[in-house]
Every structure is written in structure tokens, then in C-alpha cells.
């Protein structure tokens, strides 16, 4: 798909989406990068071939990393330009249809958590959720999560088995009982990183959204 590249205002600085429109699109899928990271990351590139099972995809770049900083600004600065970023890609001349699943990975996924009913998800997409800080083992990122599912929406958690910020077994641990079946954990190969080649991580991201928004 051609990509179009949009530039967006925000309360903290200029905003960029990466565009890959679908004809005919079945929904739209919005992520963000890390805190240390942007959107060259393996999983968010490989993620691209959504476009081929009918779906936008959209990689947005966060007004700090435009900017050129290196380390992500608080997550109240991030919230705050995530929300009028949504807006500006699903409202207008050209918006982007619903089912909207947002979502990144990391720092990113915690911004699509705690921004979810604000900008009126559909599903949530958490690339590498990090549950406790690294080497950590407080879980205190759990609320964000636990605030999706609490709202009745979809949400999924695409893990490393060897991420030191919460491995796939924990999610269960800490919401297993709970939730159940609401929360579906992916384990895939590496660390908090994932690996160059995510095969493991797109088959993931498709079957849950297969299941979720079936077709017909």
C-alpha cells in the first residue's frame, strides 16, 4: 500500500503518522512505539502486513521523537498528545474507519491502555506491556491494563517469554482468576524486544484479530 505521511498538532509538539490505507478497509490499526524507541522496531514493522489481510496500519511517532529527543517525556504528555492524534486520524476529510484498534509496544501499549474509552477503542493492542519496571516485580503498570478490561474492551498481550518486564506466565498470575479468557497472552520467542524477524508475533496479532473481528 502507498504511505502516506500525515503531520499532526498536538498539546506537546508535532505528531507523525505513517499511512498504509486499505481500499474497501475492514478497520484501522493504530500503534505507537516505545519510550527509547520509534517506529523502525521489528514487531511494528513487520506489523505491516496487516495491510494485506484488509486492515489500515498506522505507526505514529510520538511529538518527542519527532522532536529528536531520545527518552520519552511523562505518560501525561504522552496521553495528551494520543488523544488528539486519534481524533485527527478517525474524524474528518479522509478519517479511518472503525473497528479502531490502537495499541504499540511498551510505553506505547500503556498509552493505548489508559487512553482506550477516552478516544472510544474498539480493541486494545499491547506489543511488550511492561507489567513491573525492569528487574522489578511490583506489577504496577496492572491498573492500565486492568482499566481496559474493566470497560467490556477487547484486549490482547503479544509477550517475550524472556521479557524482564513481565513474562507471558505473569499476566496470568495477576489476572488469570479475574479475567480469564478475557485477557489472551501470546508468548513469543526474546526479551522485551522481541527479535529482528517477528514471525511469531504477526501470526499472533493475526489470529487474535481474525477472532475478534471476523470477517462477515
Given at each position: 500500500m502507498p504511505l502516506q505521511i500525515k503531520e499532526?498538532?498536538?498539546?506537546?509538539?508535532?505528531?507523525?503518522?505513517?499511512?498504509?490505507?486499505?481500499?474497501n478497509a475492514r478497520g484501522t490499526v493504530v500503534v505507537s512505539h516505545g519510550a527509547g524507541g520509534g517506529i523502525?522496531?521489528?514487531d511494528l514493522a513487520a506489523l505491516r502486513v496487516l495491510t494485506a489481510d484488509g486492515w489500515n496500519y498506522v505507526r505514529v511517532e510520538q511529538p518527542w521523537r519527532v522532536a529528536g529527543r531520545k527518552v520519552a517525556t511523562p505518560p501525561k504528555t504522552?496521553?495528551?498528545?494520543?488523544?488528539?492524534?486519534?481524533?485527527?486520524l478517525t474524524t474528518g476529510r479522509g478519517k479511518l474507519g472503525h473497528p479502531l484498534i490502537v495499541g504499540g509496544r511498551s510505553a506505547g501499549a500503556r498509552v493505548a491502555?489508559?487512553?482506550?474509552?477516552?478516544?472510544g477503542a474498539d480493541a486494545v493492542l499491547a506489543l511488550s506491556?511492561?507489567?513491573?519496571?525492569?528487574?522489578?516485580?511490583?506489577?504496577a503498570r496492572a491498573p492500565e491494563l486492568r482499566g481496559v478490561l474493566?470497560?467490556?474492551i477487547p484486549v490482547a498481550v503479544v509477550q517475550g517469554v524472556s521479557d524482564p518486564m513481565g513474562k507471558p506466565e505473569e499476566f496470568g498470575e495477576e489476572f488469570g482468576e479475574e479475567y480469564g479468557?478475557?485477557?489472551?497472552?501470546?508468548?513469543?520467542?526474546?526479551?522485551?524486544?522481541?527479535?529482528?524477524r517477528p514471525?511469531?508475533?504477526?501470526?499472533?496479532?493475526?489470529?487474535?484479530?481474525e477472532a475478534t473481528f471476523p470477517l462477515g
Open positions: 499532526i498538532e498536538t498539546p506537546t509538539g508535532v505528531a507523525r503518522a505513517h499511512l498504509e490505507r486499505v481500499p523502525e522496531a521489528s504522552l496521553d495528551a498528545a494520543w488523544v488528539p492524534i486519534i481524533a485527527a491502555c489508559r487512553t482506550a474509552v477516552e478516544v506491556f511492561p507489567l513491573s519496571g525492569s528487574g522489578k516485580t511490583d506489577r474493566e470497560a467490556g479468557d478475557a485477557l489472551p497472552v501470546y508468548a513469543c520467542k526474546g526479551t522485551h524486544s522481541f527479535g529482528r514471525d511469531d508475533v504477526v501470526a499472533a496479532v493475526r489470529g487474535w484479530l
